[in-house]
């Protein structure tokens, strides 16, 4: 019969056999979920923006002729985030870098929305898109 005394050491390296197995498995799946998307192939990724594009583009109260440059303008943007999710997806880089280009595509977009929306459209343009970026960095940033 084993005394309480030799229990103990085989409880605890079964237990640290059990915490290094956690850690590894959750090492390696940690970049495979980013390589995922979290979930999101680029085709549902595409649906998604083009979604969000339809949204925002009820919250701006269009005018009949602004929608359709409105929609090609953010439908560029969004081939061009998609495209920056793409590469940094295969080049295993993950966020780190693309914060700077997507805050300089989200300019690049404001300023050429500022040639078709109103003023105050482009003020509630740019409000969603804090918004958005707000919701985003509570998620851990997507």
Known sequence: MQTHNSIL??????AAILLVLVLVATLWLTPQAFAQGRGFSPEQM??????????????????????APVDSILAQQNDKRLEMFTKARESGSGMQGMREQMMALDEETASTLSEVLTPDQLTKYKEIREAQAAQRGRRGGQ
């Open 9 to 14: 050491p085989a409880l605890l390296r079964r």
């Open 46 to 67: 595409k649906e998604r923006m083009a979604a969000q594009t339809q949204d925002l583009i009820k919250q701006l109260n269009l005018t009949a002729d602004q929608k």
